[in-house]
């Protein structure tokens, strides 16, 4: 989606290395989110942002951090990559929850972790 | 907590051919319902949607009522391209409840044949 852009599209690391991906909106949308898509588990939430400085936890936030300094940019880091983060990872933004506030996505981050 | 059921996939359909892919939630409050589609290598784009009980949602020939009798919002579409070919995930929002923030079903595969 053009308002929505993820980087980088693909990524391969090794064990044990920091690692950082970046979602980038033109959109102005207060909420921003990280999810991660794995087989047989749909997709589930890692982070989310209500605002700037504003960030907390999903369901699956171990072995995550993120940043967002701005209201475009909502970064997600892999303090210490494992095996088991190998996965592909959706950004998505919304103006608002609930209400039949759908979600935007971004086209996702591919990353394998060696 | 809240949580999306989804008949497990693939499904493989002729062209033509009626579509039915079944979604049941459990949710506290009351949550509106969503179908996102998902094409080979793409991010997830949002299909229909429904904010209250005996909602229809519609798009692109496919349809989905929320019931809440039921706790369902099946999907349906009356003959399937291979342009469908995809794989479909049901979500609810409950703002009440985990803040309204989306919860996926595990997705179900669709691919249509010639």
């Known amino acids: 989606d053009a308002g929505i852009t993820q980087s980088p599209r693909h990524k391969v690391t090794e064990t044990g290395t920091p690692v950082t991906l970046r979602c980038h909106q033109t959109e102005n949308h207060r909420y921003m989110y990280w999810y991660r898509q794995d087989p047989g588990h749909g997709l589930r939430l890692i982070h989310y942002s209500y605002g700037v400085k504003d960030t907390d936890k999903g369901e699956v936030s171990d072995g995550y951090s993120v940043s967002r300094s701005k209201t475009e940019d909502f970064l997600l880091t892999l303090e210490s990559a494992t095996s088991s983060q190998t996965s592909v990872y959706f950004c998505a933004i919304s103006e608002g929850q609930g209400a039949g506030y759908g979600y935007t996505f971004g086209s996702g981050t591919r990353l394998t972790v060696v | ?114």
């Not at chain 2, 999306?4 to 459990?26: D, H």
């Not at chain 2, 209250?52 to 009798?69: L, M």
């Not at chain 2, 409840?97 to 079903?105: A, E, R, V, W």
């Open chain 2, 1 to 114: 907590g809240n949580s999306v059921t989804q008949m497990e996939g693939p499904v493989t359909l002729s062209e033509e051919a009626f579509l039915t892919i079944n979604c049941t939630y459990t949710a506290t409050g009351y949550p509106s319902l969503f179908w996102y589609v998902q094409y080979p290598g793409e991010g997830l784009q949002l299909l229909l949607k429904a904010t209250k009980a005996d909602d229809k949602g519609s798009n692109k020939g496919f349809e989905a009522t929320y019931r809440k009798e039921t706790t369902s919002f099946h999907l349906e579409k009356g003959s399937v391209q291979v342009s469908d070919s995809a794989v479909y995930f049901c979500a609810l929002s409950d703002l009440y409840n985990q803040g309204g923030k989306l919860i996926f079903g595990q997705g179900t595969e669709l691919s249509v044949k010639p």
